[in-house]
């Protein structure tokens, strides 16, 4: 738009934002606020900046937003008029907040799924409380939904395309099959991240750009995987941040994702995360080292030798120290 404006004669000047036309222009949208017997005011919207007419469905919209300056205007009169009617006035801020919330639904469509994801060890995705059993729809396996959902989150930005996905989870399938099987799975996946989004309505959880898939990041609340890199970032030294970060890791990334954890897209990350974690404990054993605390500090070195398979030197010499 390249404007809005809401003016009343109630209210000392207009409440506007950018520089949206009062005048004649046949190309902007005007509604009153309230019954046209007796308005409060009257909203102008636009005109768009791209001189285009306004759809249907925007039109729609608009009606919306215009009853809700309404409802909020009424409600802020009678907070004046009738301050002592406490019971009357919280059902009304409770209609007033519903259409807030339908008019947000109208804008940026259903809420999606909030997930917290396990990823460093067996893998596990809660939404609210509670451990997702099922993925996926009644058209598709659970594993491949799980699957698809983990690479997905592990691509991030980068996304994955129909190829890579069908090659990992569905290799011995034929094409159309696989095809068919694809597409089945990613129906029920974005069905279970965004249960209330109307059939016709185009994805926000999973998106599909320049021939990629993505997952939206806002899908995602907190990931292990996340917090362990956040904890390994912050600057200084600390025990007890290094600590927070070796509970984290349970293991491998990954470790028993159906499909795509037996796959050669998750060596790259899951080295690089053994990697880090083998670093870590070599620092905390250092840490304990100088402290004095010597069964710590071979707790430690002896960890990082069995995740490392034997090949720390760091973690090695640190044992031997201890030896000495």
Same mark, same amino acid.
């Given at each position: 738009?390249?404007?809005?404006?809401?003016?009343?004669?109630?209210?000392?000047?207009?409440?506007?934002?950018?520089?949206?036309?009062?005048?004649?222009?046949?190309?902007?949208?005007?509604?009153?606020?309230?019954?046209?017997?007796?308005?409060?005011?009257?909203?102008?919207?636009?005109?768009?900046?791209?001189?285009?007419?306004?759809?249907?469905?925007?039109?729609?919209?608009?009606?919306?937003?215009?009853?809700?300056?309404?409802?909020?205007?009424?409600?802020?009169?009678?907070?004046?008029?009738?301050?002592?009617?406490?019971?009357?006035?919280?059902?009304?801020?409770?209609?007033?907040?519903?259409?807030?919330?339908?008019?947000?639904?109208?804008?940026?469509?259903?809420?999606?799924?909030?997930?917290?994801?396990?990823?460093?060890?067996?893998?596990?995705?809660?939404?609210?409380?509670?451990?997702? !059993?099922?993925?996926?729809? *009644?058209?598709?396996?659970? +594993? $491949? /939904?799980?699957? &698809?959902?983990? =690479?997905?989150? #592990? @691509?991030?930005?980068?996304?994955?395309?129909?190829?890579?996905?069908?090659?990992?989870?569905?290799?011995?399938?034929?094409?159309?099959?696989?095809?068919?099987?694809?597409?089945?799975?990613?129906?029920?996946? !974005?069905?279970?991240?965004? *249960?209330?989004?109307?059939? +016709? $309505? /185009?994805?926000? &959880?999973?998106? =599909?750009?320049? #021939? @990629?898939?993505?997952?939206?990041?806002?899908?995602?609340?907190?990931?292990?995987?996340?917090?362990?890199?956040?904890?390994?970032?912050?600057?200084?030294?600390?025990?007890?941040?290094?600590?927070?970060?070796? !509970?984290?890791?349970?293991?491998?990334?990954?470790?028993?994702?159906?499909?795509?954890?037996?796959?050669?897209?998750?060596?790259? @990350?899951?080295?690089?995360?053994?990697?880090?974690?083998?670093?870590?404990?070599?620092?905390?054993?250092?840490?304990?080292?100088?402290?004095?605390?010597?069964?710590?500090?071979?707790?430690?070195?002896?960890?990082?030798?069995?995740?490392?398979?034997?090949?720390?030197?760091?973690?090695?010499?640190?044992?031997?120290?201890?030896?000495?």
């Amino acid at each position: 738009l390249s404007g809005a404006v809401v003016a009343t004669d109630r209210l000392s000047g207009a409440i506007s934002i950018g520089s949206a036309d009062r005048s004649a222009n046949p190309a902007a949208v005007r509604l009153p606020l309230g019954p046209a017997a007796s308005p409060l005011g009257e909203v102008t919207f636009g005109p768009k900046a791209s001189g285009a007419d306004f759809s249907q469905r925007e039109r729609l919209f608009l009606a919306q937003a215009a009853e809700f300056f309404t409802s909020a205007l009424h409600l802020g009169q009678r907070q004046s008029a009738e301050a002592a009617v406490i019971s009357d006035l919280a059902e009304q801020r409770r209609r007033v907040a519903e259409q807030a919330t339908r008019l947000n639904v109208a804008l940026m469509g259903p809420p999606l799924a909030s997930l917290r994801i396990h990823a460093l060890g067996p893998f596990q995705v809660e939404d609210g409380e509670a451990p997702i !059993r099922q993925w996926g729809g *009644p058209k598709a396996g659970s +594993r $491949q /939904a799980e699957a &698809a959902f983990a =690479f997905l989150f #592990d @691509r991030g930005d980068r996304g994955a395309s129909k190829d890579e996905m069908i090659e990992v989870i569905w290799p011995d399938v034929d094409l159309d099959h696989a095809d068919l099987a694809f597409h089945r799975t990613l129906v029920g996946l !974005r069905g279970m991240l965004e *249960p209330a989004r109307p059939a +016709r $309505q /185009a994805s926000r &959880a999973i998106v =599909f750009h320049n #021939d @990629r898939y993505r997952l939206a990041p806002e899908v995602v609340v907190w990931s292990d995987v996340a917090a362990f890199e956040e904890l390994l970032g912050a600057g200084g030294d600390g025990v007890d941040r290094y600590e927070q970060a070796r !509970r984290l890791y349970r293991g491998d990334f990954l470790d028993d994702c159906p499909f795509y954890g037996d796959s050669a897209y998750v060596e790259e @990350r899951r080295g690089l995360l053994r990697g880090q974690f083998v670093d870590l404990l070599v620092t905390l054993g250092r840490h304990y080292e100088q402290r004095g605390d010597l069964p710590a500090a071979a707790a430690a070195y002896r960890q990082a030798m069995a995740v490392s398979g034997d090949d720390s030197p760091p973690a090695a010499a640190g044992l031997g120290r201890l030896d000495a």
